[in-house]
């Protein structure tokens, strides 16, 4: 399990996150939603440990903050929003990054496994910086996946922490991302991602925490969550869920009308 309690992020002098309790099982989906600004990459980097926050962070019943980076490293994977590079390495170099400590170390093959899971197969010898924006972002996660290839290790759930994975994607490599993320989950792993697109989050997530102002208004499933009353509370503005014929459930904002001050 992934259990932080009462966790709280200030960046003098703004308190970011209020004493936030948010939970996310392995073999599920966990997405934390929400408008700009409202604290879900503050709370994603107190999550993995890479910012200071007050509150207890426990990963597989290990409280983070008592780990070496190289167990971190062997129990987790991060994806950040962004990952800028100003050396010329190669893609596969990148994707070597993820191997270079843990159980996996020494097992190049997968190198080219995830990058085939990207669908980057023949990228291994191109320049990083003459990647478009979503095949940058695709590398990445392949170094993520090569990091913590085995959703299970030794009988413990290895988990992967996505800040908005699809973000550069077009709508066919979007959906092939969050099928990575569903197939990493139903394998045994956990997986926590930060996502905009209410869409696809009803279509991939287990369960959703919803984020506004450094609180967490509501987590459940996504159907306890997307509701008209509290999409609008956060959104600060009219937001109607629909159901499609078939198809689950889609969000759009109503007639684009923002709420009154």
């Known amino acids: 399990m992934l259990d932080a309690t009462d966790i709280s992020v200030c960046y003098e002098p703004h308190r970011i996150l209020h004493g936030i309790d948010f939970h996310a099982a392995p073999g599920a989906v966990?997405?934390?939603?929400?408008?700009?600004?409202?604290?879900?990459?503050?709370?994603?980097r107190a999550l993995t440990g890479e910012t200071d926050?007050?509150?207890?962070?426990?990963?597989?019943?290990?409280?983070?903050?008592?780990?070496?980076?190289?167990?971190?490293?062997?129990?987790?994977?991060?994806?950040?929003?962004?990952?800028?590079?100003?050396?010329?390495?190669?893609?596969?170099?990148?994707?070597?990054?993820?191997?270079?400590?843990?159980v996996s170390a020494g097992n190049t093959?997968?190198?080219?496994?995830?990058?085939?899971?990207?669908?980057?197969?023949?990228?291994?010898?191109?320049?990083?910086?003459?990647?478009?924006?979503?095949?940058?972002?695709?590398?990445?996660?392949?170094?993520?996946?090569?990091?913590?290839?085995?959703?299970?290790?030794?009988?413990?759930?290895?988990?992967?922490f996505l800040d908005e994975p699809v973000s550069a994607l077009d709508i066919g490599h979007q959906l092939q991302v969050m099928q990575i993320a569903h197939d990493y989950a139903a394998a045994g792993g956990g997986v926590v991602t930060v996502m905009h697109d209410l869409n696809l989050t009803a279509m991939f997530a287990d369960s959703v925490a919803l984020v506004s102002e450094g609180r967490i208004l509501q987590q459940g499933a996504p159907e306890e969550v997307f509701n008209n009353a509290l999409l609008s509370r956060a959104y600060h503005c009219d937001v109607r869920v629909n159901s499609a014929p078939s198809q689950g459930t889609f969000i759009l904002p109503h007639a684009a009308k923002m709420a009154a001050e």
């Open 30 to 44: 966990t997405a934390i939603v929400g408008p700009n600004g409202s604290g879900k990459t503050t709370l994603m």
């Open 53 to 102: 926050y007050a509150g207890e962070v426990r990963l597989n019943n290990e409280n983070i903050a008592r780990l070496k980076p190289w167990e971190l490293a062997a129990m987790r994977g991060v994806l950040p929003q962004a990952t800028p590079l100003a050396f010329p390495f190669t893609v596969i170099e990148v994707v070597r990054l993820g191997l270079s400590r843990g």
């Open 109 to 160: 093959d997968l190198i080219h496994r995830a990058l085939a899971r990207v669908d980057l197969s023949g990228f291994e010898g191109r320049f990083y910086q003459e990647l478009s924006g979503g095949e940058q972002q695709r590398v990445q996660l392949a170094r993520v996946l090569a990091q913590v290839w085995s959703p299970v290790e030794d009988g413990e759930p290895r988990w992967l």
